[in-house]
């Protein structure tokens, strides 16, 4: 699986307030990722499933209008090879 689809669906995890706790049991991502691009995943991805390819697809779609950390956040992960 690419590395962009890893972290997009960590970062998704949280799409809503009750669902934080889903974001600690996420088996993807890093703590990065989930503090920088957890508002980037509801605003964009909100009801994709974090660990689907869907989720995925929407943080490849959108990535350019992801927010400069989330963005950052991305590229550090894939340059750590999805560490």
Known sequence: MPRLATFALLLAVPLVVASAS???DSKRGNADLKKYCSGDAVTFCSGNDPDSKEMDACFKTH????SENCRRAITAYE???GK
């Open 79 to 81: 340059a750590s090879g």
């Open 22 to 24: 889903i974001a600690q």
């Open 63 to 66: 990535r350019a209008e992801l």
